[in-house]
């Protein structure tokens, strides 16, 4: 279950703000939001903020959809909240570059199918990671969607795998990077001029 909301809020999140920015390049209206009486910031953070609106309301969707099956207890309610709010933030900011980056909507479309897929199946979606053995054990542990999944885990079971605090540094400084390259895309008028 956790591994369900955390791969539905992943997804949704990088889709909402991509597929937004593209969609408004095609209707050639994008460069407008250069004459908007708002700041460069407000612009991101309007798009990375409706990013994680979705990537959350998917993701307790997921859950309320699941408790039928595996009954409504989850072990630390505000630790799974906050970090599926900091996985929407973080997808949803990578979305805007994304969207600004690439022009059709089947380059976005490549970047969800081909990268994006195998890094969450590979993150421990479906399966404890420690339960992988040789090469793949090893190559979990660069995965950078493995600590995002592991700690969502946390919130709901109680458990986790790996260094615990390496992960909390992690996961906020993955937000922090992620927030700043959309930032700097969006600032040096990526995507926005053409």
């Known amino acids: 279950v956790p591994g369900l909301c955390g791969m539905g809020a992943i997804f949704s999140a990088f889709q909402n703000p991509s597929f937004s920015i593209v969609a408004q390049k095609y209707?050639?209206?994008?460069?407008?939001?250069?004459?908007?009486?708002?700041?460069?910031?407000?612009?991101?953070?309007?798009?990375?903020?409706?990013?994680?609106?979705?990537?959350?309301?998917?993701?307790?969707?997921?859950?309320?959809?699941?408790?039928?099956?595996?009954?409504?207890?989850?072990?630390?309610?505000?630790?799974?909240?906050?970090?599926?709010?900091?996985?929407?933030?973080?997808?949803?900011?990578l979305g805007v570059v994304t969207g600004l980056m690439l022009d059709t909507f089947e380059q976005v479309n490549f970047i969800l199918s081909i990268i994006l897929t195998p890094l969450a199946y590979f993150g421990g979606v479906f399966f404890e990671v420690t339960k992988l053995h040789g090469a793949f054990s090893f190559l979990v542990y660069l995965n950078p969607l493995f600590p995002l999944i592991n700690m969502l885990r946390y919130g709901y079971l109680g458990i986790?795998?790996?260094?615990?605090?390496?992960?909390?540094?992690?996961?906020?400084?993955?937000?922090?990077?992620?927030f700043g390259a959309a930032y700097a895309v969006f600032k040096k008028g990526i995507g926005l001029k053409s």
């Open 160 to 178: 986790y795998e790996g260094g615990l605090m390496i992960q909390l540094i992690y996961i906020p400084l993955l937000a922090v990077i992620s």
């Open 27 to 93: 209707q050639d209206i994008l460069k407008d939001i250069n004459s908007y009486p708002i700041s460069i910031f407000e612009k991101v953070f309007s798009f990375i903020l409706g990013g994680t609106f979705r990537g959350v309301l998917i993701g307790l969707l997921t859950y309320i959809s699941t408790i039928c099956f595996t009954g409504y207890h989850i072990e630390n309610p505000g630790v799974f909240l906050l970090v599926l709010t900091v996985i929407s933030f973080i997808f949803a900011s």
